[in-house]
């Protein structure tokens, strides 16, 4: 698997079709799809658990909060990463987001740069890892 197959959900159009584009040219992933509400975007994501890899998540949405998405993502497999990309990236808004099971928090205005570094990395951490067998399956070393 070459690309990272994302979700976004956020309601702003503009930051959508931003994202959509910064992501393929730059983070090598692959939108595909998106979501401007909390439930259209929680049911799609826990409809469809095998099309995803990663999904980005706004805080602040016009329909409900991007905290009931993470939420609704808990039980996901553990290759699947969510990331908030907020302009409400505090110390306690972070602090909540892992709590509700976040792999990492990205401000919009500061730290897209980052954004992008961690979708190469979570591709790479794909590409390594072998996708043939279901997660439940996969065997780990034993430690001695």
Known sequence: MNT???????????????LVGTLREVARCDPVGQAESEAEGSRWLTDNPSQWDLAIVDLFLKDGTGFSVL?????????????VLSNHATPAMRRKCALLGADAV???????????????????????????????????????
Request: aromatic share 4%; with cysteine; charged share 35%.
């Open 4 to 18: 990272v197959r994302t979700f976004i959900v956020e309601d702003n159009p503009t930051i959508r079709e931003n």
């Open 71 to 83: 939420e609704a993502c808990r039980n996901r497999d553990p290759m699947q990463k969510m990331v």
């Open 106 to 144: 990205f401000d919009k205005a500061t730290e897209v740069e980052d954004l992008i570094d961690f979708c190469l990395r979570h591709r790479q951490e794909r590409l390594r890892r072998p996708s043939s067998l279901p997660a439940s399956s996969r065997q780990t070393p034993l430690s001695h």
